[in-house]
């Protein structure tokens, strides 16, 4: 009888341990609430974290759309991660976040923007050139 009553507390043991391991992985992959997320944006500006931004972009791959602004954010000011910001942008902006469809707008009109002073000085340089080859 003793034997039967240890083997039971440990097997009862083992599927406690088992069901918060499950309980704990569950929690891990819930998304938290958008305060939580921007607060989290707000320690990975300020310092550069990043665990912060591991933090995020774990949200963002879960389908965050605040996840997926504040990370565009912050690639915005990288050149070199561009891309991958607008892409995020557009990615929170198709799940319904108004911010990020904001956001969006702007960076498409300076594009545009930027688009057409190219092209004003490419015409006035074609121009000099013109009148100089006159000469």
Partial sequence: MELFNKSGVLVAAVLV????????????????PASVIESTALKMNKDGN????????????????????????????DANRRTEALRLLEDAARAGDTLAADHLAQLRRQSHDAVIDDLKEATASRSAANSWARY
């Fill in 17 to 32: 341990t088992v069901g918060v391991l499950i309980g704990a992985q569950a929690k891990d992959d819930m998304v938290p």
């Fill in 50 to 77: 990043f665990v912060a931004e591991r933090r995020l972009r774990e949200w963002a791959g879960q389908g965050s759309a605040v996840a997926q602004r504040e990370l565009a954010l912050q690639y915005q000011l």
